[in-house]
C-alpha cells in the first residue's frame, strides 16, 4: 500500500514539473539565453538614479572592487555607497519577487546565497566605517519618484 502511495506521489510530482516545463513559453535554450543577457551594471534603475545624481551636482564612482559587495555607486568622500538591487535577485518583499516554479532547487540557493552575501557586505562595511543605502528595482518604477530622490537626499546630507 505504501509503496503504491509513493509511486503516486512520483507520478504527481513528474506531471507538476512537466506541467510547469510545458507552460513555459520558451525553449529551454532560449530561456538560458534570456537569463544569460540579464546584466549587473548600468541597468535602468542604476541608469535613473546616476542621471538623477549627476543633474543635483553629486560626483560619484562606479563599481569599485576594493569596497565591499563592490557598490553601484560610491561616494568616496563622504564615505557612502549606495547599491541598486533587483528585487527578484535580491528578494525584496514586493510584488515583482516571486519564487520561481521551475528548477526550485537552483533558484532558491542562488537567491538565498545573494541575501547572504550582501547582508555579509553591509556588515563589513559598517565595520569599515562606510555608510550605505539599498535602493530597491520597485521604487525606481514609481510614478512619482520624489520620494525615493528625498530619501537620498536624506541620506547624502546625514
Not at 7 to 27: C, E, G, T
Not at 80 to 92: P, T, Y
Not at 103 to 112: D, G, L, S, T, V
Request: hydrophobic share 35%; aromatic share 16%.
Amino acid at each position: 500500500m505504501i509503496s503504491s502511495q509513493k509511486q503516486l506521489i512520483m507520478l504527481i510530482d513528474w506531471a507538476i514539473f512537466n506541467w510547469v516545463k510545458f507552460l513555459d513559453v520558451h525553449s529551454p535554450q532560449q530561456r538560458s539565453f534570456n537569463m544569460s543577457r540579464i546584466q549587473g551594471k548600468d541597468t535602468k534603475p542604476e541608469m535613473l538614479l546616476r542621471k538623477w545624481l549627476w543633474s543635483r551636482g553629486y560626483r560619484y564612482r562606479l563599481h569599485r572592487k576594493d569596497i565591499p559587495g563592490k557598490p553601484d555607486i560610491i561616494f568616496p568622500g563622504r564615505k557612502k555607497v549606495i547599491f541598486v538591487h533587483g528585487c527578484f535577485w535580491h528578494k525584496h518583499a514586493c510584488k515583482y519577487f516571486k519564487w520561481p516554479k521551475t528548477n526550485f532547487e537552483f533558484w532558491e540557493k542562488k537567491i538565498k546565497g545573494n541575501v547572504s552575501r550582501d547582508n555579509r557586505n553591509y556588515q563589513l562595511l559598517t565595520e569599515n566605517n562606510w555608510q550605505y543605502l539599498v535602493v530597491w528595482e520597485c521604487e525606481t518604477k514609481s510614478r512619482a519618484p520624489e520620494k525615493l530622490f528625498d530619501k537620498i537626499e536624506k541620506f547624502l546630507l546625514s
